[in-house]
């Protein structure tokens, strides 16, 4: 038997190429590893408030194809690696709050922080992640929720990315 035949034999036959290559230096990869990076094209602005308002990001690579419409869709049960980071702007001091989420099937994780800095805030990066427990076909998203204030906040600079962990 071949070393390929050998793999799908292991796999339960549902085998569609190389799942694990070493090159000559011992480098790993897997082809086939649930990946994704989501970057904004261009500026969301005056975001709504009181109001989820989805972060749109267009696709920058998708490797597995699980990836569109600013949603990732889980093609397999098990621990994923989520990020996201924000460039906002023109923040409103009298929000009582900015709320940034990354929304799975499973649970929220919430980012959370106080637009007072005494004045409209010019500029503001938000950035963070998770690992987050995820079955096939549950979804992420990023989110974002101003509370109250006035619709002047703008997203000038997103993006998502994950993969698959273990």
Same mark, same amino acid.
């Given at each position: 038997?071949?070393?390929?035949?050998?793999?799908?034999?292991?796999?339960?036959?549902?085998?569609?190429?190389?799942?694990?290559?070493?090159?000559?230096?011992?480098?790993?990869?897997?082809?086939?590893?649930?990946?994704?990076?989501?970057?904004?094209?261009?500026?969301?602005?005056?975001?709504?408030? &009181?109001?989820?308002?989805? @972060?749109?990001?267009?696709? /920058?690579? *998708?490797?597995? =194809?699980?990836? +569109?419409?600013?949603?990732?869709?889980?093609?397999?049960?098990?621990?994923?690696?989520?990020?996201?980071?924000?460039?906002?702007?023109?923040?409103?001091?009298?929000?009582?709050?900015?709320?940034?989420?990354?929304?799975?099937?499973?649970?929220?994780?919430?980012?959370?922080?106080?637009?007072?800095?005494?004045?409209? &805030?010019?500029?503001?990066? @938000?950035?963070?992640?998770? /690992?987050? *427990?995820?079955? =096939?076909?549950? +979804?992420?998203?990023?989110?974002?929720?101003?509370?109250?204030?006035?619709?002047?906040?703008?997203?000038?600079?997103?993006?998502?990315?994950?993969?698959?962990?273990?």
């Amino acid at each position: 038997m071949s070393r390929q035949s050998d793999l799908a034999e292991l796999a339960g036959n549902n085998f569609n190429g190389d799942a694990i290559l070493v090159d000559a230096a011992g480098h790993v990869t897997k082809p086939l590893q649930p990946a994704f990076l989501g970057h904004s094209t261009s500026n969301q602005t005056n975001v709504a408030i &009181n109001t989820r308002v989805d @972060v749109i990001v267009a696709e /920058v690579f *998708d490797q597995n =194809a699980d990836f +569109t419409s600013n949603t990732f869709t889980a093609p397999v049960t098990g621990r994923y690696q989520l990020n996201f980071s924000l460039r906002l702007e023109a923040i409103d001091s009298a929000a009582n709050f900015v709320q940034i989420r990354i929304t799975t099937s499973n649970r929220d994780y919430e980012f959370i922080f106080d637009p007072d800095f005494g004045q409209d &805030n010019a500029y503001y990066s @938000v950035a963070g992640g998770v /690992v987050a *427990d995820m079955d =096939a076909s549950d +979804t992420a998203k990023i989110t974002i929720f101003q509370g109250g204030g006035t619709a002047q906040m703008d997203i000038n600079g997103a993006s998502f990315s994950g993969s698959l962990a273990c």
